[in-house]
């Protein structure tokens, strides 16, 4: 069997990689807590669904354009408008399967072999592998729990080098719910506007998932639009993770590359899809107060419930639906030998499934996500401090 360099250089993302586990093991009978996957377990709202079954009604049935229905694309430009303060046209939106495809777009448009890619981690798994699969190189820059998993803007900068044409990250985080505040992201866009050939992917996927404080979009920061690709999509703030539909807001040239390069993947995204995505960037924002409602309620139960294991420290995320524990007292160097060798075991021995920290760039983490009931929540973390105090014995 003869697999490409690229497939063998590659790796299964983490949190896919759990997620397939617990499905097997579930087949087995085995009863299995998942807290791996960033998927909310609420419900769709009503007016997208009520938006799909007008479009299974309508003539939306054939090819899409490959950048996505022109009505569709100016209801996301004035989205951005309405929500971030971004001034962009219907032709500087690309609308892809998910918001993954819409950055792998970016990253095959902008990146190539000798280019480096800067990405602070924590991070999100697929960021590392989709520079990869370009041929270009992920340059990680580390953070602490100390530092609320945010490196320093000056640790970032030194990281730049001639080669580097993107600098990555999302906020909130993925996986840490970290959210990088104006003044940082300030701090950071001065960086950035000392290098000419430098561009960023700002991941906003979470934005509608903010505790306290505000959301703000890199690119409405002075200079940084013609810098920047914002990427955003429909799996989180709508609950709408099996539609696969994201989308980027980017200078014309950068949009027009990633219609190029999907034209060759892809071609447009689901027609049924977008019709949903056309409703659901319409709507009030207002809309997901309820949702954040619960997944505050969630952050601060299982915050509660983490600190009863000696050892696991955790900061106080201020978005998403993450939790990134430093768990580095409960690996012996022995049985459990790392963040990898703990999941496994807390999946085994007891029935919950984490992700361990180090495809996050993050070793000695684990990333617990409370986008789930409550009971499950305390009913997960029970059985992990039970696991994790038969460790403490063994």
Request: hydrophobic share 40%.
């Amino acid at each position: 069997m003869h697999l490409s360099p690229v497939v063998k250089a590659i790796v299964e993302p983490a949190t896919l990689l759990m997620a397939r586990r617990c499905r097997e093991l579930r087949a087995q009978g085995r009863d299995i807590i998942d807290l791996s996957l960033g998927e909310p377990d609420h419900d769709p709202p009503a007016f997208a669904l009520e938006a799909a079954q007008e479009a299974l009604r309508g003539p939306w049935h054939k090819y899409t354009p490959v950048n996505g229905y022109a009505d569709v694309r100016q209801a996301i430009a004035n989205k951005f408008k309405r929500d971030n303060g971004l001034e962009y046209t219907a032709d500087q939106v690309v609308v892809s399967t998910g918001a993954k495809h819409s950055i792998m777009n970016v990253v095959m448009s902008l990146c190539g072999p000798g280019d480096e890619v800067v990405i602070p981690a924590p991070y999100w798994v697929s960021y590392s592998e989709q520079v990869r699969l370009a041929g270009a190189k992920p340059v990680i820059v580390s953070s602490t729990l100390e530092e609320d998993w945010k490196p320093p803007v000056e640790r970032i900068a030194a990281a730049i080098t001639p080669r580097t044409r993107l600098l990555m990250f999302s906020s909130p985080c993925n996986p840490s719910g970290s959210v990088l505040s104006r003044k940082e992201l300030e701090s950071l866009a001065e960086v950035v506007a000392k290098h000419e050939e430098l561009y960023v992917i700002a991941d906003e996927i979470y934005e509608h998932i903010v505790f306290e404080g505000e959301h703000v979009s890199f690119a409405s920061l002075p200079g940084m639009a013609e810098r920047t690709i914002t990427v955003n999509g429909l799996s989180k703030a709508f609950a709408l993770t099996g539609w696969r539909v994201g989308y980027i807001g980017a200078p014309l040239w950068i949009a027009q590359a990633c219609t190029k390069v999907q034209g060759q993947f892809t071609s447009g995204a689901n027609s049924i899809g977008q019709r949903v995505a056309k409703a659901c960037v319409e709507a009030d924002p207002a809309f997901v107060k309820g949702m954040r409602a619960d997944f505050l309620r969630r952050r601060d139960l299982t915050l509660a419930a983490l600190s009863k294991i000696p050892g696991w420290r955790c900061n106080v995320p201020q978005g998403a639906f993450y939790l990134l524990p430093d768990v580095r007292s409960s690996i012996d160097g022995k049985t459990i030998k790392g963040s990898v060798d703990l999941s496994l075991h807390l999946l085994d021995s007891v029935g919950v499934s984490l992700v361990e920290g180090r495809s996050f760039g993050a070793e000695g983490t684990l990333r617990i996500s409370y986008a789930t009931s409550d009971a499950k929540l305390v009913e997960a973390m029970d059985r992990v401090a039970k696991a994790v105090a038969q460790l403490g014995s063994a």
